[in-house]
């Protein structure tokens, strides 16, 4: 599933991940972004 902002951004082309991670984050905006985002660790 892409996500809703892509039908409205011209010129991104998604691609299928090849690495996971697991991230926190203090919250998302109303926009659906990741406030204070932190990276932990790669995922298998």
């Given at each position: 599933?892409?996500?809703?902002?892509?039908?409205r951004?011209?010129?991104?082309?998604?691609?299928k991940?090849?690495l996971?991670?697991?991230?926190?984050?203090?919250?998302?905006?109303?926009?659906?972004?990741?406030?204070?985002?932190?990276?932990?660790?790669?995922?298998?």
């Amino acid at each position: 599933m892409l996500p809703p902002i892509a039908e409205r951004v011209i010129g991104v082309q998604w691609v299928k991940p090849e690495l996971r991670c697991e991230v926190a984050f203090q919250e998302r905006t109303k926009k659906g972004y990741f406030r204070a985002p932190v990276f932990k660790r790669l995922v298998e």
